[in-house]
């Protein structure tokens, strides 16, 4: 079965961190990329950085450019999301996701075959 479930989102004041993880299971994770998108309140779904377990290459929205970071470790199938500098627009569920080798810059969801349940980052002003 495969598996995409992610963790420690949580509340945080404005310019706090935060670390998600997105931890994956059921499918050969050195042949995927595994992208983070965010989804806030009456918003559409929005890319936020992805990363190919076949390379380590990374791409990032520009919204979040120089203060996420996305790291892989391929030992425990699991991605990392670090974000610095949070600020309340950053307020929405943080979904990770699966798509075959390599990432894209477009970040459209249908590209995605698998997708985690979610997991809330509120950002305070």
Request: hydrophobic fraction near 30%.
């Amino acid at each position: 079965e495969v598996q995409l479930v992610e963790s420690w989102g949580g509340l945080v004041q404005a310019g706090g961190s935060l670390r998600l993880s997105c931890a994956a299971s059921g499918f050969t994770f050195d042949d995927y990329a595994i992208g983070w998108f965010r989804q806030a309140p009456g918003k559409e779904r929005e890319g936020v950085s992805c990363i190919s377990s076949v390379d380590g290459s990374a791409v990032y929205a520009d919204s979040v450019k120089g203060r996420f970071t996305i790291s892989s470790d391929n030992a425990k199938n699991t991605v990392y999301l670090q974000m610095n500098s949070l600020k309340p627009e950053d307020t929405a569920v943080y979904y990770c996701a699966a798509r075959g080798l390599y990432c894209s810059g477009s970040y459209y969801p249908y590209e995605y075959d698998y997708w985690g349940q979610g997991t809330q980052v509120t950002v305070s002003s």
